[in-house]
């Protein structure tokens, strides 16, 4: 269930008709600021309460805080619709300067001093205490300075992630909204991504422009003999063999020579920075391979899940993509009202994709186990499940073909048939195809079985006039719940009712006792009333 508050007033309730709002959408993505999207209408009751830069707006998946952030932007339609573009609360860092600065210390005690002078600008609403750091240097100590005058979350990227890596996020407990700044996350979520089962649609990003074969690294300025910056740095020549770059033979026997540079302006040492720099070679030579990818929610249907969160590590089975192992969620996209529509992208070193096909070949017997799993799973929740797997499959072999058929039926009703199917799986060189020859269910009966089940539930429970009334249809008893009172009703009158806190009833009998507030009316042994304090 998905909430959304403003200022801490709800404006949006999966569950409550007039507090609604249209095409609700939440962008997320690691070290970046985030968004949330919607569109509100002039009907809806707090239409004019909401201010642009001023309001907070938060969204909850049930009790998980999926956004923070305030209103940037408003857009006005031809019916005054209005649609409110929010960004993520690490944009409120855009809104404070930080003046010229020299430090050299700690990781941590240089985000402090991000953080102190971030919130002497800004009100309580806006304020960040430092939290858990796990990004380490070498060296221990970090130099750092500016001589201008800078946004913070611009010098927040600049001298922390594109120097060391890591990823800066939020972290609330409480009402203290911490900032952590963290090499790696070390959750796994409870929910996989298997292909037949839950994977929807893939698509493997592979981007060679972000590939390098050879690096050519510079460290801190020189001094001059007055002790004073030149314009000259720090290379690798007299600890590398005269070399001015590293370079991995492998890679450049795959791809040919591609060299770039990269500046650490605190490192002193030279066999520091020939460190570094094969430690970022490596990361240029292993780019890591993104997925971009839609997976069914299985926490809408299994409270044993939970939802895909970014920061997260996912388990990924997918065979047929060679793929299996726990990638980040570093990207998501979560549709409020059409689940169906969400999107995760993925980030880690995806082995090559022709390299795992051979293994298929071996253990035609995994597909086989894969596809009668999706029939299995198909069949139990009536699911039609639309899979397009974009990504061209190399292999040795013409083709390979497996092929399964069997009769399923219901979960809790195994002499209920529901489906007869036989399914075709045909890998080829150049595509992937799965047809299914036959696959019918006799959908009306469920429908049919459905339907009465609900008829079932109304005799007992039904929704009049924004009312709930619950009892058995022709019952003289029912009990009523509206808005403002909880009403008894006998023959269709109110005899009692429960309102403000207060019980109201026209005539009553108490078997025992009567106790009010400290005081109360109690029998005697005798068969007398006794009222005393209790």
């Known amino acids: 269930m998905y909430r959304v508050y403003s200022d801490g007033l709800a404006i949006y309730n999966d569950r409550l008709e007039n507090l609604q709002i249209f095409s609700p959408s939440v962008d997320l993505e690691l070290n970046k600021t985030g968004s949330f999207t919607f569109t509100m209408y002039p009907d809806h009751p707090y239409y004019g309460l909401i201010h642009k830069l001023k309001s907070i707006i938060t969204v909850y998946q049930d009790d998980y805080l999926l956004f923070r952030g305030r209103v940037l932007d408003e857009e006005y339609g031809f019916h005054n619709e209005k649609k409110i573009v929010c960004e993520g609360e690490l ?16 990781i941590e005690g240089f985000l402090n001093l991000m953080v102190t002078n971030h919130n002497a600008q800004v009100d309580e609403s806006k304020w960040f205490t430092v939290g858990n750091i796990t990004v380490t240097d070498p060296n221990d100590t970090i130099s750092r300075s500016n001589i201008d005058y800078t946004d913070t979350w611009t010098e927040m990227q600049d001298k922390l992630i594109k120097l060391l890596g890591g990823y800066i996020v939020v972290r609330h407990e409480g009402y203290i909204n911490y900032i952590d700044y963290v090499k790696d996350f070390t959750l796994l979520s409870s929910q996989p991504i298997t292909f037949g089962q839950n994977l929807i649609d893939l698509k493997r990003i592979m981007k060679g422009a972000d590939i390098a074969t050879a690096l050519l690294p510079l460290g801190a300025k020189l001094k001059d003999e007055e002790g004073k910056d030149t314009d000259a740095r720090l290379t690798i020549q007299d600890v590398n063999g005269g070399n001015l770059y590293v370079q991995d033979e492998e890679a450049v026997s795959k791809y040919g020579f591609i060299c770039r540079t990269h500046v650490w302006d605190d490192v002193t040492e030279a066999n520091n920075l020939l460190t570094k720099a094969h430690a970022q070679l490596a990361e240029f030579v292993n780019t890591p ?75 035609q017997a995994v597909i086989h186990r894969e596809i009668e799993g999706a029939v299995k799973k198909a069949a139990e929740a009536v699911y039609n499940v639309e899979l397009n797997l974009l990504s061209s499959l190399t292999q040795t072999a013409e083709n390979i073909r497996a092929i399964v058929a069997e009769e399923y039926a219901l979960k809790d009703d195994t002499e ?119």
């Open 289 to 363: 391979a993104s997925i971009d990818l839609t997976a069914a929610d299985m926490a809408t249907m299994d409270a044993s899940f939970s939802s895909f969160h970014l920061g997260t590590y996912v388990r990924v089975n997918s065979p047929p993509h060679g793929i299996s192992q726990n990638l980040l969620v570093t990207k998501l996209s979560v549709k409020l009202k059409d689940p169906a529509a969400n999107r995760l992208t993925l980030g880690g070193v995806i082995p090559a994709l022709s390299g795992t096909i051979a293994g298929i070949s071996s253990g």
């Open 91 to 106: 944009a409120f860092f855009i809104d404070t300067i930080q003046p010229p600065y020299e430090y050299m210390g700690t």
């Open 416 to 534: 209920s048939l529901v489906a007869a199917v036989s399914t075709e799986l045909e890998l080829l060189k150049d595509s992937f195809t799965i047809e299914f020859t036959q696959f019918s269910a006799d959908i009306e009966s469920i429908a049919a079985g459905t339907d009465a089940e609900f008829e079932e539930i109304r005799k007992y429970i039904r929704f009049t006039d924004g009312k709930i009334l619950l009892g058995e249809i022709g019952n003289e008893l029912e009990l009523q719940i509206a808005n403002d009172r909880i009403s008894f009703l006998q023959d269709g009158a109110e005899v009692a009712y429960i309102s403000n806190r207060k019980l109201y009833i026209t005539d009553s009998h108490f078997l025992h006792s009567l106790q009010i507030g400290s005081f109360a009316f109690l029998p005697r042994a005798n068969g007398n009333l006794s009222f005393k304090k209790v």
